[in-house]
T-cell receptor, first 113, second 111 residues
Framework: AQSVTQPDIHITVSEGASLELRCNYS??????LFWYVQSPGQGLQLLLK??????LVQGIKGFEAEFKRSQSSFNLRKPSVHWSDAAEYFC???????????FGKGTSLLVTP | NAGVTQTPKFQVLKTGQSMTLQCAQD?????MSWYRQDPGMGLRLIHY???????DQGEVPNGYNVSRSTTEDFPLRLLSAAPSQTSVYFC??????????FGQGTRLTVV
């Protein structure tokens, strides 16, 4: 069965510090992986996606993620966090057509001055 | 470019009432999905559709019905609302080799 695990429910970082959000997945076929961000009261915005090819994926807002098949991981990184990055982050796995996604439970990011 | 439009944005229902959450997309996407979001649970798939006339159940389908008569619309029906269906509902659409595009959500409270 498909599953996605985000081990960290909450993360607090200082503005300007680096960030890594963890995501582990279990998926029987070739995984198609996504990171979404959600600000309070808003919908979900795609940060980046991995379908195939280069395992280091660049996204919007300075985020990147690395697909590691041997570790079943797709961790999200940002070298320097801004206060506006405070939000909920969701990792998801599914088909290359983006439907019937399986989401992790999310990581809430707090950014301190 | 409207993308995915959900209506209403907010709704309060009494237990046992029925209602339909509307979802429309203008991107000519084949695939559409409904999710519910509860605190600490992430998003869970309710139903999805891979084309007009074709629907299938997701992880939490009980208490919900869907149909897909057109490419653009994918309504979610609650036949007899229960307090356990209090949640935020998201509709999403996607095409071949695209990510899912989400609506702004419907916040439903069942009292």
């Amino acid at each position: 069965a498909q599953s996605v695990t985000q081990p960290d429910i909450h993360i607090t970082v200082s503005e300007g510090a680096s960030l890594e959000l963890r995501c582990n997945y279990s998926y029987g076929a070739t995984p198609y992986l996504f990171w979404y961000v959600q600000s309070p009261g808003q919908g979900l915005q795609l940060l980046l996606k991995y379908f195939s090819g280069d395992t280091l994926v660049q996204g919007i807002k300075g985020f990147e993620a690395e697909f590691k098949r041997s570790q079943s991981s797709f961790n999200l990184r940002k070298p320097s966090v801004h206060w506006s990055d405070a939000a909920e982050y969701f990792c998801a796995v599914g088909s290359n057509s983006g439907y019937a996604l399986n989401f992790g439970k999310g990581t809430s990011l707090l950014v301190t001055p | 470019n409207a993308g995915v439009t959900q209506t209403p944005k907010f709704q309060v229902l009494k237990t046992g009432q029925s209602m339909t959450l509307q979802c429309a997309q203008d991107m000519n996407h084949e695939y559409m999905s409904w999710y519910r979001q509860d605190p600490g649970m992430g998003l869970r798939l309710i139903h999805y559709s891979v084309g007009a006339g074709i629907t299938d159940q997701g992880e939490v389908p009980n208490g919900y019905n869907v149909s897909r008569s057109t490419t653009e619309d994918f309504p979610l029906r609650l036949l007899s609302a229960a307090p356990s269906q209090t949640s935020v509902y998201f509709c999403a659409s996607s095409g071949v080799n695209t990510e899912a595009f989400f609506g702004q959500g419907t916040r439903l409270t069942v009292v």
